[in-house]
Nanobody, 128 residues
Framework: VQLQASGGGLVQAGGSLRLSCAAS????????MGWFRQAPGKEREFVTA????????YYADSVKGRFTISRDNAKNTVYLQMDSLKPEDTAVYYC??????????????????????WGQGTQVTVSS
């Protein structure tokens, strides 16, 4: 599966952005999806993940209550709605996918090594 992330940009603190990740190549609904981010000089970190049918979601504590992950399997797209953005949210955001065989999504989805497919990343910059 090929992943294309978009929607990044420059926003003031307190603002919102919505990232999209469009998938192509295989049956999108068969994939668990995740978002990760990487700031300069830091390791890639987990942001959020969603199961095949959307029945299970996970969020990093740092974004809980501000970010929302969702998916539209008919459009082969997963979304990341980011509200109340903070300067510390500044990073390159990556979407990732891995084959799923049920709607179960375990805590392994918080680890980058869980995912076999990655998008190219989209820059999010939050100014103070």
């Amino acid at each position: 599966v090929q992943l294309q992330a978009s929607g990044g940009g420059l926003v003031q603190a307190g603002g919102s952005l919505r990232l999209s990740c469009a998938a192509s190549g295989r049956t999108f609904s068969s994939y668990a999806m995740g978002w990760f981010r990487q700031a300069p000089g830091k390791e890639r970190e987990f942001v959020t993940a969603i199961s095949w049918k959307g029945g299970t979601t996970y969020y990093a504590d740092s974004v809980k209550g501000r970010f929302t992950i969702s998916r539209d399997n008919a459009k082969n797209t997963v979304y990341l709605q980011m509200d109340s953005l903070k300067p510390e949210d500044t990073a390159v955001y990556y979407c990732a996918a891995d084959r799923a065989y049920s709607d179960y999504l375990g805590l392994g989805a918080l680890n980058p090594s869980y995912y076999a497919y990655w998008g190219q990343g989209t820059q999010v910059t939050v100014s103070s």
